[in-house]
């Protein structure tokens, strides 16, 4: 079984994917969704992501890229380059969770993407462009409507279209 590395993400039609290291909505059906396509897999991600948790999330191994070899946490499988991130990683699916400068080291290694697009602008201080045409192929696509303050959303699966 090869490795087959993926991001999941979700982005504001403004390209805002954080703020303050906290999702700016709140859509319970994405988070349900992340831990479906996320439980029983190593996810990729950086210091902050892993912080931003309240404890590390149940049925996944965390490994945290970090430039700061003094840095360790209960829970996390610390590591200090792509090469020893996927080596620790295995061979199956891993995730990709961020933050954006992870999704930039390991975007070019990914041959999916799951996104949660979100159809509203949020303020915040982290984003992502959007994924070129050329590169990624839409191949899955779900669209929900806005409910109460829960903004509209689409969840996209896109496929690297040299991988497709």
């Known amino acids: 079984?090869?490795?087959q590395l993926f991001a999941i993400y979700a982005r504001a039609a403004n390209g805002v994917i954080g703020k303050d290291g906290q999702l700016p909505w709140h859509i319970p059906a994405d988070l349900k969704r992340?831990?479906?396509l996320t439980m029983g897999k190593p996810m990729l991600m950086?210091?902050?992501t892993f912080e931003s948790f309240p404890k590390p999330l149940p049925g996944r191994r965390h490994i945290v890229l970090t430039r700061d070899t003094d840095w360790n946490a209960d829970g996390a499988e610390v590591v200090h380059s792509i090469g020893e991130a996927l080596e620790v990683a295995g061979e199956g699916d891993v995730a990709v969770i961020g933050g954006a400068e992870i999704y930039a080291l390991?975007?070019?290694l990914c041959s999916r993407v799951e996104l949660?697009?979100?159809h509203r602008a949020y303020e915040g201080d982290t984003h992502m462009d959007a994924l070129s045409d050329e590169e990624w192929a839409v191949t899955g696509r779900e669209d929900f409507p806005a409910e109460g303050d829960q903004p509209?959303?689409?969840y996209v699966t896109l496929?690297?279209?040299?991988?497709a």
Not at 159 to 163: K, L, P, V
């Open 34 to 36: 992340f831990k479906a």
């Open 106 to 108: 390991f975007m070019p």
């Open 1 to 3: 079984m090869a490795q």
């Open 46 to 48: 950086g210091r902050k």
């Open 116 to 118: 949660t697009d979100v």
């Open 152 to 154: 509209p959303y689409s």
């Open 159 to 163: 496929t690297r279209r040299s991988a």
